[in-house]
Protein backbone atom coordinates (compact mmCIF):
# COMPACT_ATOMS: atom_id res chain seq x y z
CA UNK A 1 0.00 0.00 0.00
CA UNK A 2 1.18 3.31 -1.01
CA UNK A 3 0.20 6.63 1.71
CA UNK A 4 3.07 5.03 4.11
CA UNK A 5 7.50 6.15 4.80
CA UNK A 6 9.91 5.87 7.49
CA UNK A 7 11.80 9.80 8.22
CA UNK A 8 14.12 9.98 10.48
CA UNK A 9 13.93 12.94 12.51
CA UNK A 10 16.35 15.10 15.09
CA UNK A 11 14.37 16.17 17.79
CA UNK A 12 14.74 18.06 21.09
CA UNK A 13 11.92 16.69 23.64
CA UNK A 14 11.81 19.25 26.84
CA UNK A 15 11.16 17.15 30.30
CA UNK A 16 9.82 18.10 33.32
CA UNK A 17 12.76 18.85 35.97
CA UNK A 18 10.84 16.48 38.46
CA UNK A 19 11.47 13.41 35.64
CA UNK A 20 15.23 14.40 35.49
CA UNK A 21 15.70 10.71 36.99
CA UNK A 22 13.40 9.24 34.86
CA UNK A 23 14.26 10.49 31.47
CA UNK A 24 13.85 7.20 29.40
CA UNK A 25 10.64 6.91 30.76
CA UNK A 26 9.91 10.35 30.34
CA UNK A 27 11.17 11.08 26.86
CA UNK A 28 8.40 7.57 25.58
CA UNK A 29 5.49 9.50 26.85
CA UNK A 30 6.23 13.08 25.01
CA UNK A 31 6.65 11.55 22.29
CA UNK A 32 3.48 9.37 22.24
CA UNK A 33 1.32 12.51 22.63
CA UNK A 34 2.62 12.70 18.67
CA UNK A 35 0.71 9.70 17.62
CA UNK A 36 -2.28 9.70 15.49
CA UNK A 37 -2.03 13.13 15.06
CA UNK A 38 -1.18 15.02 12.03
CA UNK A 39 2.34 16.78 12.30
CA UNK A 40 2.93 19.52 9.67
CA UNK A 41 6.47 19.10 10.09
CA UNK A 42 6.85 15.73 9.97
CA UNK A 43 3.91 16.17 6.55
CA UNK A 44 1.92 12.94 7.63
CA UNK A 45 0.10 11.44 10.75
CA UNK A 46 2.63 9.64 13.28
CA UNK A 47 1.70 5.39 13.30
CA UNK A 48 5.12 4.64 15.49
CA UNK A 49 8.79 5.89 16.59
CA UNK A 50 11.71 4.40 17.14
CA UNK A 51 14.84 6.14 18.99
CA UNK A 52 17.20 5.62 17.72
CA UNK A 53 19.74 7.65 20.11
CA UNK A 54 19.70 9.60 23.43
CA UNK A 55 21.72 12.85 24.18
CA UNK A 56 23.47 12.36 27.48
CA UNK A 57 23.39 15.92 27.50
CA UNK A 58 20.58 18.17 28.36
CA UNK A 59 20.00 21.54 28.25
CA UNK A 60 18.10 23.59 30.63
CA UNK A 61 15.55 26.65 30.04
CA UNK A 62 15.58 29.00 32.22
CA UNK A 63 12.31 29.86 33.40
CA UNK A 64 10.38 29.61 36.36
CA UNK A 65 10.02 26.44 35.67
CA UNK A 66 13.48 24.99 34.43
CA UNK A 67 12.45 22.49 31.96
CA UNK A 68 15.43 20.60 29.98
CA UNK A 69 15.84 19.57 26.36
CA UNK A 70 17.02 15.71 25.37
CA UNK A 71 18.34 16.09 22.37
CA UNK A 72 17.36 12.35 20.25
CA UNK A 73 17.34 10.93 17.04
CA UNK A 74 14.15 8.74 16.03
CA UNK A 75 12.55 6.91 12.69
CA UNK A 76 9.07 8.01 12.70
CA UNK A 77 6.58 5.89 10.47
CA UNK A 78 3.90 7.85 8.83
CA UNK A 79 0.85 7.92 6.77
CA UNK A 80 0.70 10.53 4.27
CA UNK A 81 -1.49 10.34 1.78
CA UNK A 82 -1.26 12.08 -1.16
CA UNK A 83 -4.02 12.32 -4.27
CA UNK A 84 -3.90 9.51 -6.78
CA UNK A 85 -2.16 7.23 -4.51
CA UNK A 86 -3.61 3.66 -3.98
CA UNK A 87 -4.44 3.02 -0.32
CA UNK A 88 -6.32 0.02 0.90
CA UNK A 89 -8.99 -0.56 3.56
CA UNK A 90 -11.50 -2.32 5.06
CA UNK A 91 -15.24 -1.83 4.22
CA UNK A 92 -17.28 -0.54 6.94
CA UNK A 93 -20.34 0.42 5.48
CA UNK A 94 -22.36 0.52 1.73
CA UNK A 95 -25.51 2.93 0.68
CA UNK A 96 -26.61 3.45 -2.24
CA UNK A 97 -24.65 7.05 -2.34
CA UNK A 98 -21.47 6.14 -0.77
CA UNK A 99 -18.64 3.48 0.40
CA UNK A 100 -17.51 3.66 4.07
CA UNK A 101 -13.85 2.46 4.34
CA UNK A 102 -11.50 2.21 7.48
CA UNK A 103 -7.92 2.64 6.57
CA UNK A 104 -4.72 1.30 8.99
CA UNK A 105 -7.58 0.90 11.68
CA UNK A 106 -8.24 5.14 12.24
CA UNK A 107 -8.46 6.60 9.47
CA UNK A 108 -11.70 6.95 7.69
CA UNK A 109 -12.47 6.93 3.86
CA UNK A 110 -15.32 7.96 1.79
CA UNK A 111 -16.13 6.57 -2.01
CA UNK A 112 -19.30 8.78 -3.34
CA UNK A 113 -21.10 7.36 -6.18
CA UNK A 114 -20.16 9.65 -8.45
CA UNK A 115 -16.23 8.33 -7.68
CA UNK A 116 -17.56 4.92 -8.43
CA UNK A 117 -17.22 3.84 -12.05
CA UNK A 118 -19.95 2.90 -13.92
CA UNK A 119 -19.35 -0.86 -13.99
CA UNK A 120 -20.34 -1.54 -10.52
CA UNK A 121 -24.15 -1.15 -9.59
CA UNK A 122 -25.53 -1.11 -6.42
CA UNK A 123 -27.68 -3.82 -5.66
CA UNK A 124 -29.44 -5.56 -2.89
CA UNK A 125 -27.92 -9.10 -1.87
CA UNK A 126 -29.15 -11.14 1.46
CA UNK A 127 -31.18 -8.05 2.28
CA UNK A 128 -27.55 -6.17 2.30
CA UNK A 129 -26.18 -3.45 0.03
CA UNK A 130 -22.85 -4.34 -2.12
CA UNK A 131 -21.54 -3.17 -5.13
CA UNK A 132 -21.44 -5.53 -8.16
CA UNK A 133 -19.54 -5.74 -11.18
CA UNK A 134 -21.38 -5.70 -14.28
CA UNK A 135 -18.39 -6.91 -16.43
CA UNK A 136 -16.74 -9.56 -14.28
CA UNK A 137 -20.08 -11.23 -11.62
CA UNK A 138 -17.63 -12.53 -8.80
CA UNK A 139 -16.11 -8.98 -8.56
CA UNK A 140 -18.30 -7.83 -5.63
CA UNK A 141 -17.64 -5.48 -2.80
CA UNK A 142 -19.82 -5.60 0.60
CA UNK A 143 -18.80 -4.90 4.45
CA UNK A 144 -16.24 -5.86 5.51
CA UNK A 145 -14.34 -6.54 1.63
CA UNK A 146 -10.79 -5.26 2.03
CA UNK A 147 -10.84 -2.58 -0.80
CA UNK A 148 -8.41 -0.85 -2.89
CA UNK A 149 -8.83 2.47 -4.28
CA UNK A 150 -6.99 6.12 -5.43
CA UNK A 151 -6.93 9.02 -3.21
CA UNK A 152 -8.58 12.07 -4.50
CA UNK A 153 -7.87 14.28 -1.36
CA UNK A 154 -6.66 14.10 2.61
CA UNK A 155 -8.30 16.08 5.27
CA UNK A 156 -5.63 16.67 7.39
CA UNK A 157 -7.59 18.11 10.57
CA UNK A 158 -10.12 14.89 10.71
CA UNK A 159 -8.15 12.51 9.25
CA UNK A 160 -10.02 11.39 6.54
CA UNK A 161 -9.35 10.07 3.13
CA UNK A 162 -11.86 11.02 0.02
CA UNK A 163 -11.39 8.06 -2.31
CA UNK A 164 -12.38 7.19 -5.67
CA UNK A 165 -12.68 3.79 -7.21
CA UNK A 166 -12.71 5.22 -11.23
CA UNK A 167 -9.51 3.25 -12.37
CA UNK A 168 -9.30 -0.42 -13.21
CA UNK A 169 -6.91 -1.06 -10.88
CA UNK A 170 -9.16 -0.17 -7.98
CA UNK A 171 -12.13 -2.89 -6.18
CA UNK A 172 -12.02 -5.65 -4.25
CA UNK A 173 -8.28 -6.47 -3.63
CA UNK A 174 -9.05 -10.59 -3.29
CA UNK A 175 -10.18 -9.96 -7.29
CA UNK A 176 -8.02 -8.13 -8.29
CA UNK A 177 -4.94 -10.32 -7.28
CA UNK A 178 -6.60 -13.17 -8.84
CA UNK A 179 -7.19 -11.26 -12.00
CA UNK A 180 -4.76 -9.30 -12.56
CA UNK A 181 -4.14 -10.03 -16.21
CA UNK A 182 -7.53 -9.33 -16.79
CA UNK A 183 -7.24 -5.71 -15.40
CA UNK A 184 -3.68 -5.32 -17.10
CA UNK A 185 -4.52 -6.34 -20.41
CA UNK A 186 -8.36 -6.32 -21.12
CA UNK A 187 -8.46 -6.09 -24.45
CA UNK A 188 -6.17 -9.35 -25.50
CA UNK A 189 -8.93 -11.72 -25.66
CA UNK A 190 -10.32 -9.41 -28.46
CA UNK A 191 -7.13 -8.75 -30.37
CA UNK A 192 -6.52 -12.50 -30.06
CA UNK A 193 -9.90 -13.29 -31.66
CA UNK A 194 -9.43 -10.28 -34.24
CA UNK A 195 -6.21 -12.20 -35.52
CA UNK A 196 -8.03 -15.43 -35.24
CA UNK A 197 -10.56 -13.90 -38.02
CA UNK A 198 -7.51 -11.98 -39.60
CA UNK A 199 -5.82 -14.33 -42.92
CA UNK A 200 -2.36 -15.83 -42.03
CA UNK A 201 0.53 -13.07 -43.95
CA UNK A 202 3.60 -14.39 -45.37
CA UNK A 203 6.83 -13.02 -45.51
CA UNK A 204 8.18 -11.09 -48.48
CA UNK A 205 10.25 -14.08 -50.03
CA UNK A 206 6.85 -16.13 -50.65
CA UNK A 207 5.06 -12.85 -52.26
CA UNK A 208 3.24 -12.26 -55.43
CA UNK A 209 4.24 -9.25 -57.78
CA UNK A 210 5.60 -8.37 -54.56
CA UNK A 211 2.76 -7.93 -52.63
CA UNK A 212 2.52 -9.99 -49.44
CA UNK A 213 0.21 -13.83 -50.27
CA UNK A 214 -2.56 -15.23 -48.00
CA UNK A 215 -2.53 -19.06 -47.51
CA UNK A 216 -5.12 -19.12 -50.09
CA UNK A 217 -3.11 -17.36 -52.93
CA UNK A 218 -0.15 -19.92 -51.68
CA UNK A 219 -2.51 -22.82 -52.41
CA UNK A 220 -3.52 -21.79 -55.71
CA UNK A 221 0.21 -21.50 -56.63
CA UNK A 222 0.46 -25.44 -55.32
CA UNK A 223 -2.24 -26.17 -57.74
CA UNK A 224 -0.85 -24.15 -60.52
CA UNK A 225 2.17 -26.09 -60.48
CA UNK A 226 1.03 -29.10 -60.28
CA UNK A 227 -1.06 -28.81 -63.36
CA UNK A 228 2.10 -27.61 -65.39
CA UNK A 229 3.45 -30.60 -64.14
CA UNK A 230 1.28 -32.78 -65.73
CA UNK A 231 1.04 -30.99 -68.60
CA UNK A 232 4.62 -31.32 -69.09
CA UNK A 233 4.83 -35.16 -68.45
Same mark, same amino acid.
Given at each position: MEGLKVSEASLIV????? %?????????????? =??????NDIFDGVVLAYDINSLDKCAKILPGVCPYFG????????LFS??????????????????IHVVVLGFSAAIIAE????????YRMKHEKGVYASK?? %????? %?KETMIRFMVKSFDEETLQVYGSLVPDNTGSIHWLDK??? !??????????????ERQPLMLD????????? =?? !????????? =??KQKVREES
Open positions: YIHPS %KSNQVSKAVPRELS =SLLFTYVNLKVNMLPKPDMLLEGKVEKITHDSKDIRAEFVSH %KRHVI %KNLE !VVSHPDRSTKKRENNKDALDGEP =ST !VDTVQKLKK =SK
